[in-house]
C-alpha cells in the first residue's frame, strides 16, 4: 500500500484492531525511526518483509495473537508489551 506520508502511513496502520506485523520501507531513517516507535504493532520491519526470526519473540497486540510472550523466552514478559524492530539499512 503507497501512502502520501509518514502520518497517514501511521493512520491507516493504527487504525485496524489488529497489530501482529508492519512493514515500511523508506530510505528516510529518521521516519523509520518515528513509525518503528510509534505503530502499534508487536512487530516492526524496516525495509524488511514481515518474516521473523525463530530467536525472537513473536505476538502482536491489540486482537493479534496472545502477545509476544506466546512462544521463546519472553513468556516470562507476560504483563509487557514489547516491540520487536527488524532493520536493513
Given amino acids: 500500500m503507497s501512502v502520501e506520508s509518514e502520518q497517514q502511513a501511521l493512520e491507516i496502520a493504527n487504525s485496524v484492531e489488529y497489530g501482529l506485523a508492519a ?20 512487530m516492526v520491519h524496516i525495509n524488511h518483509g514481515t518474516a521473523s526470526a525463530a530467536h525472537m519473540p513473536f505476538g502482536g497486540v ?4 496472545f502477545g509476544a510472550y506466546s512462544i521463546g523466552s519472553s513468556n516470562k514478559e507476560f504483563y509487557t508489551e ?8
Fill in 23 to 42: 512493514a515500511i520501507f523508506t530510505e528516510n531513517l529518521s521516519s523509520a525511526y518515528r513509525f518503528a516507535d510509534q505503530v502499534e504493532s508487536g
Fill in 82 to 89: 514489547m516491540k520487536v524492530v527488524y532493520f536493513q539499512y
Fill in 62 to 65: 491489540k486482537q493479534s495473537g
